[in-house]
């Protein structure tokens, strides 16, 4: 069964430019989560999605963030315009279904630096 | 709102010896428990969880867990440490109300000596 993935693995910008990272989740996954894991810190849960719905986006900086997950499979989060303080790894995960105790497999993230 | 506390940022052993990382939850209702291990450049890997049952829970790679109600603590063992246990661990709780939502600590990096 193949895993999580996402791409870039890496990529550099400069302050106020944009990016965008894509996430492929395991099939047949409905839920999908978007952390962000900045140095010396745990993840932090974004956004995540219930097929093609948001079922909790509390802590994304909707200013400069969105993310989409068009037909509920592939994903997509961009930061517009970068700052600095974006500098992180962005994680995608996907489990079964939505519910605390179903497991989250995570993609190898993409390391972003923002300079 | 729940929250995790992992105590230790570093820690370092020998190879051979044991191992018990701390971590201690905040949350209202019965946690749903979870340890992740990180490798460099790599994505998270699951551990082991507790959702009920046997408060001892046994994990891959070796790896067990004791939920302790009484002291909010989640604390991760292995009884003989190898060179390919070097990674970072986190704690992380949900609960059944929150939808699949993971709250993480902060990590603690393991170094291990030969």
């Known amino acids: 069964e193949a895993g999580v993935a996402q791409s870039p693995r890496y990529k550099i910008i400069e302050k106020r430019q944009s990016v965008a990272f894509w996430c492929n989740p395991i099939?047949?996954?409905?839920?999908l989560y978007w952390y962000q894991q900045i140095l010396g810190q745990g993840p932090k849960l974004l956004i995540q999605?219930?097929?093609?719905?948001?079922?909790?986006d509390s802590q994304l900086p909707k200013d400069r963030f969105s993310a989409e997950r068009l037909k509920g499979v592939d994903s997509t989060l961009k930061i517009q315009p970068a700052k600095l303080e974006d500098s992180a790894v962005y994680l995608c995960?996907?489990?079964?279904?939505?519910?605390?105790?179903?497991?989250?497999?995570f993609g190898p993230g993409t390391r972003l630096t923002v300079t | 709102a729940q929250s995790v506390t992992q105590p230790d940022i570093h820690i370092t052993v020998s190879e051979g010896a044991s191992l018990e990382l701390r971590c201690n939850y905040s949350?209202?209702?019965?946690?749903?428990l979870f340890w992740y291990v990180q490798s460099p450049g790599q994505g998270l890997q699951l551990l082991l969880k507790?959702?009920?049952?046997?408060?001892l829970v046994q994990g891959i790679k070796g790896f067990e867990a004791e939920f302790k109600r009484s002291q909010s603590s989640f604390n991760l063992r292995k009884p003989s440490v190898h060179w390919s246990d070097a990674a970072e661990y986190f704690c992380?709780?949900?609960?059944?109300?929150?939808?699949?939502?993971?709250?993480f600590g902060q990590g603690t990096i393991l170094t291990v000596h030969p």
């Open positions: 999605f219930q097929n093609n719905g948001v079922v909790d």
């Open positions: 949350y209202g209702a019965t946690p749903y």
């Open positions: 507790y959702f009920s049952g046997d408060t």
């Open positions: 995960a996907s489990s079964l279904v939505l519910a605390g105790l179903y497991e989250q497999y």
């Open positions: 099939s047949g996954h409905a839920t």
């Open positions: 992380a709780v949900s609960g059944g109300t929150s939808y699949g939502k993971l709250t």
